[in-house]
């Protein structure tokens, strides 16, 4: 017992060495730990990840009927997502994958802001594209094939490895509330050999111009978010020296700052319509549906051949066909008269706003036709932003004081724009 008490007594007379002494053997402990768990991890890793190869290996070896192509797969690869760790991610979890399926993969990757935009723009010559990165690198994507005047976004699916820091979109289309694990990323990467298509909403966003300007070009992404939040979060990565900590101390230290604190905005929406006889077109049939795909993927000599018909590999492959080329519905029976109507509300005081697809976390209740409108508090203090800041940083859900289902939505910043915006900055689209 006395030599307890002499312990605590050199532990009080030396402040400064107990402290330091405390600290390096929390360290040791914690490294210790952390080794453990790396072993241990390393090792459930290869045993999963060999039995996703197995999977793989299993298409790889299935005979192709003497008139089909291999599948050829381009990769958008941004090097610099994750903060510059989505090369190695993807080269350890998805390569492999796609390579023993038998699949021509070619990668390239993006050098700067927009090139992904560029690259869709003038895609050919593959089946689908496959994007390894983060909300940034989708938004482009989607903004380039769905500006082109072609078929393109019919015949070019897109698949989502959620292989970003911000990867809020990816998340929410696999169901995913934490950051994505490599069993996450090693199904995402089978669901392209298995050719499991499901469709995805999109939110067309129209700059307005003045009349004096040329029309901008629209900008596609699956969620909108202005404001003082936004801008916070953006600055996260220069307080780099911070660690992990710099998630939470960007919304300390951009408190002061100049930030988007004045939202106010007038709004013009409509409410939201699952088609009638107004805005619903004529309905495709069957026929019509074959009609426009006879003759796309064969060659000259394809007619001097026999049929093979429907070759069966041993297993029941679903539906995969995209749902721009199946029958639709006929509504043209349909009656709504709210359809179109369009309600006005002005909003102020508020330094958040969002527009969200259902392809969101907080969203992905809505039905296709919906877009979820919301306004975060009004008058928030310097306290409350850095609490609802850490808030989202924690558990990731936002809170709103008002929120409203929309079909489509105008906004017209009334407040005063920092940064000399004249209009949303590309950072607001993901």
Request: hydrophobic share 35%.
């Amino acid at each position: 017992m006395s030599r307890i008490v002499k312990i605590f007594k050199a532990f009080r007379n030396h402040p400064k060495k107990t402290i330091l002494f405390s600290a390096l053997a929390a360290y040791g402990i914690n490294y210790a730990k952390s080794k453990y768990e790396f072993l241990l991890m390393s090792g459930k890793e290869e045993q999963l990840l060999a039995a996703y190869c197995k999977e793989a290996s299993w298409y790889g070896d299935q005979p192709l009927p003497y008139s089909a192509n291999h599948r050829h797969i381009t990769v958008l690869l941004n090097p610099a997502a994750a903060g510059g760790k989505c090369k190695a991610q993807f080269d350890k979890y998805c390569a492999p994958l796609l390579h023993l399926a038998g699949l021509k993969v070619a990668i390239v990757r993006t050098e700067h802001q927009g090139q992904a935009r560029d690259l869709m723009a003038i895609m050919e010559k593959t089946d689908g594209v496959v994007l390894a990165g983060g909300d940034g690198t989708l938004s482009e994507a989607l903004t380039g094939l769905l500006r082109r005047t072609d078929d393109a976004a019919s015949r070019l699916p897109l698949s989502i490895l959620p292989l970003g820091a911000c990867s809020v979109a990816g998340k929410a289309v696999w169901g995913l509330s934490e950051q994505p694990q490599p069993r996450d990323l090693l199904e995402a990467t089978m669901a392209v050999v298995r050719e499991v298509l499901s469709p995805m909403d999109v939110m067309e966003v129209l700059p307005l111009t003045s009349a004096d300007e040329n029309p901008a070009k629209p900008i596609f992404a699956c969620m909108l978010e202005w404001g003082a939040y936004r801008d916070a979060w953006e600055r996260r990565d220069k307080y780099w020296y911070w660690a992990t900590l710099r998630r939470y101390v960007t919304y300390l230290f951009s408190s002061y700052k100049d930030l988007n604190w004045d939202c106010s905005c007038s709004v013009l929406y409509t409410l939201p319509c699952a088609g009638c006889s107004r805005c619903a077109g004529p309905a495709s049939s069957p026929q019509d549906v074959k009609e426009k795909n006879i003759g796309r993927s064969k060659r000259w000599y394809h007619y001097l051949l026999p049929s093979m018909g429907n070759v069966n590999l041993g297993h029941e492959k679903p539906d995969t066909s995209l749902p721009h080329t199946r029958p639709t519905e006929d509504r043209s029976g349909v009656i709504n008269p709210e359809c179109g109507e369009v309600h006005e509300e002005t909003v102020g005081r508020v330094c958040d706003v969002r527009v969200a697809t259902r392809n969101s976390p907080a969203a992905s209740h809505l039905l296709p036709h919906q877009l979820l409108f919301r306004t975060g508090a009004t008058d928030t203090s310097t306290t409350e932003f850095i609490s609802e800041g850490w808030r989202r940083t924690s558990s990731g859900a936002a809170t709103h004081a008002r929120e409203q289902l929309v079909g489509s939505i105008t906004i017209r910043p009334t407040g005063e724009l920092k940064n000399n915006q004249v209009s949303f900055q590309s950072r607001y689209y993901f």
